[in-house]
Structures are given as C-alpha cells and as structure tokens.
C-alpha cells in the first residue's frame, strides 16, 4: 500500500463505536475457487492437500507447510481483496510491520507469530487446478478425430480439460529487529502477488462480509458461511444439497461409516450456529431423514458495490 494513500482502520471496527452507533461493516473478496475447493481446516502436516468438488480439482502443494486454518482464510481473503482492487498492476503489498497487517485484518498483535507462519507458507506454496467439463455431443461432429470407417451415427461422450499452475506469490521479503531483551519484530514487509493470482482474483471475485466472516471462529464455519453467500449470489430456485456431496467438499477424511457420520455432524451443527450468530436471512434448511439440506434464495449479504460497507483494505 502506498505510504500517502494509506487509510487506518476505525478502533470501533471491532465494537460499538463511542458514541454508540452501530459499528462499520467491512467488505473484501473470495475467489470463488477457493470457495467451493477451501484451503484446509488444519494443518495436514505434509506439503501436498487435494480437494474435489464436482468437476474442479485443487491442489496446493509447498515447500513446508501450506495455508491453512482460519488465519489463512483471513489472509487469502485480504489478498483477494488488493489483487481486485488494486489501482496499479504490479502486484506489489507492502507493510511497515507485521503490526501495520495486523491492523488491516483487525486482529490483535498477539496474533503475529500464527500470521507470519502463514505468510511464509504463503509465499512457498502453489496451487493446481484440473477442470474436466463433460457433454453428450453427435458423434457426426467430431467426425475428423474418428477412426477411418467407424460409423458416425448416435452420440458421443466430450469431456474438456484444462489446467493450471497458479502461484501466490511472485517474491516475499521483510526484515527482522531482533534487540537485546525485545521480541524479535518483523519489518518492512514487501509481497508480489503473482499475474495469475491477480488474474484469477479479479476474473471470479466474490465479494464477502469481511466483519462477520473474522468473527466466525471455525475454519469450517467461514467455509461454509462464504460459500453460502457465493450460491446465494446465483440462486433463483431451492435447490436440494445431498448430504454425500457435503460431506465430500467441505471435508477430505477417508469416507467410511464412522467419519462421514461425525463430518455429517460438524457441518449440521455449522449451518446452524451460522444461522443464528452471523446469517438470519439464510434460508436453509436440514432434511429430517438427514438426507441433505435444501437452499433457497436468501436476502443478500453483500453487493459488489453496496455503500454500506468500508473496504477492509488500505490499499485504495
């Protein structure tokens, strides 16, 4: 962020304000591959994680370990938001200090050291997707990719691929105070998202509830409550959910009896506590046989320009 365009947070982000007034509302981005494919919920101890869902297929992939947790989601979400917005196209952020990022996600300094290690996995970690799209086509079509004489009469199964590497980071670099009898502070905070990342950011941004997506303390929780707003943004009639397809997005334990039982539970116990803290207007509801839920259009969140709400980040 440039030093003369920086713009502070308000205290009363987190409260009421001192006069009593409702506090501001914040607004920043989510791709929405990251939405329907999340980073994990835990560290998963290993440099590689896959996640499926219908017909896109993530992978991250680092040197150590890879974002993750509830602070990852925090910060790919204030990246999102500078690769959208930023009025320049080198992809430079930079901060003063740790603290000068602490202040633009709003979180207190007792948070640095859990937001540098995901800084550092960040900067050394790269995602690859797979997208397979299929369709029936007539068979008379693809006529110039058949065997000579194999007939061209009835139809045809087309699946497209496409695939990508896609790393956060173009470069990270920063610097350390570490003084006699002083906690070591991190400094001059220099990060290049990289072309890709930007690119992708800008060509399939949602635009989130910053306030209320930080305040929700589970990782699964933020999933959830993001990807949520994300179909709602597209949804014009109910639409029923399988509890197996649930299952198998938001989770990525091995499917026996046991653990789809308790993930089934997780995420029931989720959209609930979602809908009552931080989305009354979510029209959802749980099937009673436990066979799913079915989603129906919701009283939007967030417009992408709604005026209601202040950019999370400093960088305009």
Known sequence: MEETEKRQIPRSAAGDSADGSQPPRYRSYMSSPFIVAALPLRDVKKNTFERRYNNLTLTLTGKGTIPFGRYGRLLL??????????????GVVTYKSIKDLLEEMQLPKQRGELIKEQLEAFSHSTFFFEERRSKISQKVLFKNFLESGEKLEGDV????????VVPFFDSMSYGELDGDGNKKKTIAIRIVLS?????????HAVPID????KKI???????????FVYKNNALNEPVFIPRTSLVSQFFTDKNDV????????DL???IRDIK???YPDLNVSIARDNSGITLSKSNSIILNNDCRYVLVTSSL
Do not use: M
């Open 268 to 270: 029931k116990n989720a």
């Open 210 to 213: 910053y306030s209320t997506y």
């Open 217 to 227: 303390p589970s990782s699964l929780g933020k999933d959830l409550y993001a990807w």
């Open 258 to 265: 046991s653990s789809e039982r308790h993930n089934w539970s």
């Open 195 to 203: 072309e890709k990342f930007r690119q992708l950011s800008k060509e």
């Open 276 to 278: 009552l803290k931080y």
């Open 157 to 164: 199964k087309v699946t497209a691929v496409s695939t990508g």
């Open 77 to 90: 979400s204030i990246f999102t938001t500078h690769a959208v917005l930023s009025k320049k196209n080198d």
